[in-house]
């Protein structure tokens, strides 16, 4: 499997896991994965069976649900006992470019004059073997993400060089990676609570006056 395969893999694997983390219910079936994450169904099946098999799904026959039209599905799916945690270790793998809980970024800004002098820098920092990296274009500029694991010293070594060669760089934590549809879910919940809150102060503002 080369690298692009395994990328897209991993994905596919963490878009189910998300899709049930994120639902309402706790069994899906193959046809509600898809419809979640946007896959072919018959693909999404074939890959909560290989989900099952590692021992990050769990799945039954279907519940009869009065009123049912059409083929009834074989299987409906969920998360095994403690799956979150089991689907953050084997997602874990440190595919390039990936980014995951706890990584420790450095940011590198350079343009035409500086480019040079970040290449002699990365070329001579042995650190780089332990990280993964992605390049952003912005107008004339670009920023270099380098990306490491929770080592302090393999990301102060980095600061500490393009810090001597004069090179502009941030240095951040990666707090939290999702799909689309968590992020979604976490802004409609960030909303809802929002809207309480208003609601609560104009009650307040009305009684008050």
Same mark, same amino acid.
């Given at each position: 499997? #080369?690298?692009? #395969?395994?990328?897209? *893999?991993?994905?596919?694997?963490?878009?189910?896991?998300?899709?049930?983390?994120?639902?309402?219910?706790?069994?899906?079936?193959?046809?509600?994965?898809?419809?979640?994450?946007?896959?072919?169904?018959? @693909?999404? $099946?074939?890959?909560?069976?290989?989900? %099952?098999?590692?021992?990050?799904?769990?799945?039954?026959?279907?519940?009869?649900? $009065? =009123?049912?039209?059409?083929?009834?599905?074989?299987? +409906?799916?969920?998360?095994? /006992? =403690?799956?979150?945690?089991?689907?953050?270790?084997?997602? +874990?793998?440190?595919?390039? =470019?990936?980014?995951?809980?706890?990584?420790?970024?450095?940011?590198?800004?350079?343009?035409?004059?500086?480019?040079?002098?970040?290449?002699?820098?990365?070329?001579?920092?042995? %650190?780089?073997?332990?990280?993964? *990296?992605?390049?952003? *274009?912005?107008?004339?500029?670009? +920023?270099?993400?380098? &990306?490491?694991?929770?080592?302090? $010293?393999?990301?102060?070594?980095?600061?500490?060089?393009?810090? /001597?060669?004069?090179?502009?760089?941030?240095?951040?934590?990666?707090? @939290?990676? =999702?799909?689309?549809?968590?992020?979604?879910?976490?802004?409609?919940? /960030?909303?809802?609570?929002?809207?309480?809150?208003?609601?609560?102060?104009?009650?307040?503002?009305? &009684?008050?006056?």
């Amino acid at each position: 499997m #080369d690298q692009d #395969d395994q990328s897209r *893999w991993h994905g596919a694997r963490l878009a189910l896991g998300q899709a049930l983390l994120t639902s309402s219910q706790e069994y899906l079936t193959a046809s509600e994965l898809a419809e979640a994450t946007g896959k072919d169904a018959s @693909n999404v $099946g074939k890959l909560a069976e290989r989900m %099952v098999a590692d021992g990050l799904l769990r799945s039954r026959e279907p519940r009869r649900i $009065g =009123g049912h039209r059409g083929r009834r599905p074989s299987k +409906e799916y969920a998360l095994m /006992a =403690g799956g979150r945690v089991r689907l953050d270790e084997l997602l +874990e793998t440190r595919i390039p =470019g990936a980014l995951c809980r706890g990584q420790q970024l450095i940011l590198a800004e350079v343009d035409q004059r500086t480019y040079g002098d970040l290449l002699l820098v990365l070329s001579d920092t042995s %650190v780089l073997s332990q990280a993964t *990296w992605s390049a952003l *274009w912005h107008g004339d500029r670009q +920023e270099y993400v380098i &990306a490491f694991g929770d080592d302090d $010293g393999l990301v102060g070594d980095m600061a500490a060089a393009l810090d /001597a060669a004069g090179i502009p760089f941030r240095r951040t934590t990666v707090v @939290n990676v =999702g799909s689309a549809q968590q992020l979604v879910a976490q802004a409609r919940r /960030a909303s809802r609570t929002a809207e309480r809150t208003r609601l609560r102060q104009r009650t307040r503002r009305a &009684a008050a006056g």
